[in-house]
């Protein structure tokens, strides 16, 4: 993952409701006529296309999830006038056959969650204005992702993504510094607009230093107040530090390393007392780009009545492939892992191995093993697949609980991207 805040603009995300006449009207209201014209006609068009099939084996289901899907990305940035410019992304997801998977909205029971409902929606649409010394400011539906995506992510690993609402402020005036600031009203979450779940109302403010002038490595601070409008007993506020880099050893050898440590309580509406700490500790060695990683993630249990949560991130990076804490149990969560990476005849490769444990008592949550494969032709195309297992180790009685079962996921697919 890279450790860069960065605040992208042409390629993945998905939608809810900001209109494109919204968007064109703000832009028109601020621009004359024929610089707008000029600006449209001299735009930058861009495409991004996945296909994947993925298959879901996961017990207490009479049937396996089958999923082929599409998904196609068009966007247009316009040039810039007035230090004004535009971007409107519009996404489309389909299911290439029968919809042999639940997708969340269709009914499929029987089946696993594969969240990649068929759907089209308006993924982003912002102007972004650039007249301010070493500031960049963006209003409007946009892809937002800070240091490793652990907090604010866009959960670019799905086919309809997720994107925010809201203002952001990017500035660098400050020497090696990226200070990102923002106030973001609703997130368009994965499972897209035709779910009740498809938005998450919110007034979420935003601030994250990033300062580099490390000579081996990067130190970011950070806060998160997220007010969550119909869910007030999950508003939390969070503040954390995060320095991560490596540190030439000898020869082609270097050592690698991240920690992290974050503090979460009760925010705004949020009538429970919470007090409950994340960290991350992560070591390893990197060989002529051969890398091997130990690491613990830790996302704390208050008295094991409620658990550190994550809720805009991107999940799917963290705690395993096979998505069994996509949020937290009550009684929190210990991630030990290895992993062991590389390239290979310009194949990059990938393994992993988690042990999941409980942060309070001895729970022990299971196991999981996964491998990946990824070759890129000319910075375009991408192909890719990949494997996880994971081994509920009978941790719970009750076969409801996603940590209690069984799951065995499979993943190929090719991407383009223009």
């Given at each position: 993952?890279?450790?860069?805040?960065?605040?992208?603009?042409?390629?993945?995300?998905?939608?809810?409701?900001?209109?494109?006449?919204?968007?064109?009207?703000?832009?028109?209201?601020?621009?004359?006529?024929?610089?707008?014209?000029?600006?449209?006609?001299?735009?930058?068009?861009?495409?991004?296309?996945?296909?994947?099939?993925?298959?879901?084996?996961?017990?207490?289901?009479?049937?396996?999830?089958?999923?082929?899907?599409?998904?196609?990305?068009?966007?247009?940035?316009?040039?810039?006038?007035g230090n004004l410019k535009g971007y409107l992304e519009m996404e489309h997801a389909t299911s290439v056959g029968p919809e042999n998977y639940n997708s969340t909205i269709n009914g499929r029971d029987s089946r696993p969650i594969v969240a990649d409902p068929t759907e089209t929606e308006l993924n982003q649409a912002y102007l972004a204005y650039s007249g301010l010394s070493d500031t960049r400011l963006t209003i409007g539906r946009q892809r937002l992702k800070l240091d490793n995506d652990r907090f604010i992510g866009n959960v670019g690993w799905r086919q309809n993504e997720q994107t925010f609402d809201g203002t952001t402020l990017i500035n660098t005036s400050l020497p090696d510094t990226t200070i990102t600031a923002g106030y973001l009203h609703n997130a368009n979450r994965i499972v897209s607009d035709a779910s009740p779940k498809g938005d998450l109302a919110m007034k979420t403010g935003i601030l994250n230093g990033q300062y580099d002038g490390f000579d081996y490595g990067s130190l970011s601070a950070y806060s998160y107040l997220v007010a969550l409008d119909n869910k007030p007993e999950e508003s939390t506020q969070t503040y954390g530090l995060r320095y991560t880099g490596n540190a030439p050893l000898a020869g082609d050898l270097s050592a690698l390393y991240t920690l992290e440590y974050a503090h979460q309580s009760d925010y705004d509406d949020n009538t429970r007392d919470l007090d409950q700490d994340y960290y991350m500790l992560e070591a390893g060695v990197d060989y002529a780009g051969v890398q091997f990683k130990l690491g613990q993630e830790v996302l704390g249990s208050d008295d094991g009545d409620t658990a550190f949560q994550t809720p805009l991130a991107t999940l799917h990076a963290f705690n395993g492939f096979t998505d069994r804490f996509l949020s937290s149990p009550d009684a929190g969560l210990v991630d030990r892992y290895t992993s062991l990476s590389g390239t290979l005849n310009g194949v990059d490769l990938m393994a992993v191995y988690h042990e999941f444990e409980s942060d309070e008592g001895s729970g022990d949550y299971g196991s999981e093993a996964a491998l990946q494969a990824t070759y890129r032709i000319n910075g375009t195309y991408t192909l890719g697949a990949k494997y996880a297992s994971y081994d509920a180790d009978g941790f719970s009685q009750d076969s409801s609980s996603p940590f209690n079962r069984d799951t065995d996921k499979g993943w190929v697919w090719v991407q383009a991207s223009f």
């Open positions: 993952m890279s450790t860069q805040s960065t605040l992208t603009t042409p390629l993945r995300s998905p939608a809810g409701k900001v209109s494109l006449a919204v968007a064109v009207a703000a832009f028109s209201g601020v621009i004359c006529a024929d610089p707008i014209t000029d600006a449209i006609s001299n735009g930058t068009p861009s495409l991004d296309t996945r296909y994947r099939y993925e298959t879901v084996d996961e017990d207490t289901f009479p049937d396996d999830a089958r999923a082929s899907t599409l998904r196609a990305r068009l966007g247009y940035e316009t040039a810039e006038v």
